[in-house]
């Protein structure tokens, strides 16, 4: 699959990308190490968390520990979504 993102994804030979399962269930999933290039709309870096073990998902200012309280950020200017993934964790995946 074409990626014009710049960045992984599951799909794409990623040593860090999940189990098959996770490619069947979300296969645009962005991998580890693509999720620490995560900023908010202004270029801050952000931290994306699991909370509430693992029923919830929060952002929080590497700078400064503030939360981030939005359900996008981005990686490579490329606007992603943050979601509670279905059983554990949270899913981060261009819009």
Known sequence: MDNPHGFHLLEDDCAHAGAADWRRRFPHKVCRPCLKRTVDKDGRKLWILSVDNGN??????????????????????????VQPALFDGFIVEPI
Do not use: H, M
Not at 64 to 75: H, M, R
């Open 56 to 81: 919830g998902v929060r952002g929080i200012y590497r700078d400064s520990k503030e939360p981030y309280l939005e359900q996008t950020c981005f990686i490579s200017g490329v606007p992603c979504s």
